[in-house]
């Protein structure tokens, strides 16, 4: 399926349904296994189209089934199914298997760049660096070796790589879009 952001994405899900009314189930409609399994492709190729990859496979999950389970609903009651949807469950639902390496490389060099910036993000917001003496040197080791001073006019901080080949090179940080 295709996503409203341009990205492929398989989606396994189930779709949960009772027969409301026999006789308009039987009756109305020619296939009624059939053009339920169709009505919840098409709902659920409707929905996907309208959220980006990122809430597909993430938080978004949850609002993708409720929004499928009323388009079908819908659907199924201008047909005069007979049918109610309980619900709809997305069991999985991953980028597709060619570029899923490449997905989880992305993934983990965006959570690893998020690592390495966030320490001197911590150091430079007021609310995290408490509890500092009058006088106390302003710029502080953390674990990892990174040192922050929020010197920066427009918000930023400098960034500070302590080594044992060089002690004095600086650089500006990025922050990382959210």
């Known amino acids: 399926m295709l996503t409203g952001d341009q990205n492929i994405i398989d989606i396994a899900y189930s ?20 053009t339920i399994r169709e009505v ?45 949807v309980q619900g709809v469950a997305i069991r999985q639902a991953d980028p597709p298997q060619a570029v899923n390496e490449a997905f989880k490389e992305v993934t983990a060099a965006q959570q690893q760049a998020q690592s390495w910036h966030q320490p001197g993000q911590c150091l430079c917001d007021p609310a995290h660096r408490g509890g500092r003496r009058r006088g106390a040197r302003r710029s502080t080791r953390s674990t990892n070796n990174t040192a922050c001073r929020p010197t920066s ?19 500006r940080s990025s922050r990382l879009p959210a």
């Open 40 to 84: 919840a492709e098409s709902a659920m190729r409707a929905v996907v189209a309208t959220v980006s990859l990122d809430q597909a496979i993430g938080e978004g999950r949850g609002e993708i089934e409720r929004r499928v389970t009323v388009a079908m609903q819908g659907i199924l009651d201008a047909y005069r199914a007979g049918v109610t």
């Open 153 to 171: 006019p427009a918000g930023g901080c400098i960034t500070r790589r302590w080594s044992r080949s060089c002690r004095t090179s600086t650089r």
């Open 15 to 34: 779709v949960r349904w009772n027969i409301r009314d026999p006789e308009l189930y039987l009756f109305q409609l020619a296939q009624p296994d059939e």
